[in-house]
């Protein structure tokens, strides 16, 4: 676990680097973004029509995805198959829904001449002049994005989502940033901290798992800190984070089953909120109990004696490592850490909220603080680009569908202006610190 940097000795030729290696930071930058801003989508869910004979019906929105249209009888209980994807299917599986040979409707993509639409066919499930709910994916455009913050109030959001934007750097900066300087690299100074965990937003706008990886990759090249080690501390930091959302969960759902405003939300949310706890309090109970000394041996022998390890003993040993910094936290990190989680988290509750507000949505407060944490996680998994796409489809689900509140139309609306402006708040702070990041961590060029 050295900490020694890459930088030149003494007595070494220092060669300045070429103009377009000083550019690359800068076009890896404009690549990640230009794919974020041609690839935005957003699910559309829950509009209504009604199918007359085999006439054609328009979708409202324009950019429909092809492959993306959902439809469903109103009470949810059907699904219907597309023409084309149902000939794609395997027939037992077709048979097993109900789907008919040529499927229930057909798509036409949008073209020059008119919007994307869709018909029922000849065998069709779908009853004629009956409601139906059309669900499906569509391009956003900058236009799009435009006119929504052109017709929202952003009085309170706009300062509200300055501020949780750097509230997002500097708990992010003082948690996961901070694991490393508590766990694996004790002189490493905050500027560094800041670029380690401030550059890499650039990706993780467009490409969150990928944006994962430039953390340890930073800790390898620059601080010589082995990657499981690296990685252990992220997820020590991740589980502290999901500890600070669990700890709003929990009280906001007792609430709302002692109240019974949202029904859905039932005794299966506890039973996940109860199951988290045990399981983290137990994982921390084990840490500070006199079973911690043989574990940090076990742990520590992982790395004994490589020479006459093989091959597949040297991955598990390497492995091992990433129980390290849950071996070696004390309860002042882990107070600390969730204190600062829990600062970002009623941040991120706050700017949420005003979003909604400026959509003209009022989610009652229980149901705030139970699906705004979860949508905020859900920027950055992997199932849209740039908090655009899944994001949309949970908070329609979650506001809309379980909670009874506002219209799909408002609640995309919110998703997509929040998203908007976190999206535009970490691309900022990514470019301020990319090229101090890059310059570390590839002082010779892109080498990986």
Known sequence: MGQVENQPGPDAEVKKPSLASQLVPY?????????????????????????????????????????????????????????????????????????????????????????????????????????????????????????????????????????????FFMADVLSFGMAYKFFNVPDIKFRELMECRGAPYVIQVGLAVLAE??????????????????????????????????????????????TGLIPAIGPAWLAACIIFWALFLGNVAFWHSPLRDRAMTW????????????????????????????????WNHYLRVWAVRMVLLCSSIASSYAALRAMGVDPPLPLALIVIPVIVISVFLPIGVGGYGGPQLIAWFLIVSVGKVGTADQVIAFSLLWSTGFLIGRAVIGMIFIRGFWKRCFPEGFKL
């Open 299 to 330: 742990i520590a022998s992982g790395r004994e004696g490589v020479e006459s390890k093989t091959r597949a003993q040297k991955i598990v040993g390497e492995l091992m490592q990433l129980l390290r910094t849950f071996s070696l936290a004390r």
């Open 213 to 258: 990886v430039f953390f340890p990759l930073y800790m390898l090249r620059v601080k010589k800190v082995p990657v499981t080690e690296s990685v252990s501390s992220n997820l020590w930091s991740m589980i502290m984070d999901l500890t600070a959302n669990f700890t709003v969960l929990l009280p906001a759902v007792i609430y709302n089953l002692h």
């Open 27 to 167: 076009v890896f930058t404009a690549v990640i973004l230009v794919y974020v801003f041609t690839g935005l989508s957003s699910n559309v869910v829950d509009e209504r029509y009604e199918f007359s004979g085999t006439e054609w019906t328009e979708l409202k929105a324009s950019g429909v995805k092809k492959g993306s249209v959902a439809i469903k009888s109103i009470d949810g209980t059907v699904t219907y198959c597309e023409k084309g994807e149902a000939e794609q299917e395997d027939k037992g599986d077709l048979a097993a829904a109900g789907c008919p040979a040529g499927g229930d409707f057909e798509f036409r993509p949008e073209s020059n001449s008119g919007a994307a639409a869709i018909s029922r066919t000849a065998g069709t499930r779908i009853p004629d002049h009956a409601p139906v709910s059309v669900n499906y994916v569509k391009k956003v455009k900058m236009s799009d994005i435009w006119a929504l913050v052109r017709a929202a109030d952003l009085r309170f959001f706009l300062p509200l989502m300055v501020l949780h934007c750097f509230i």
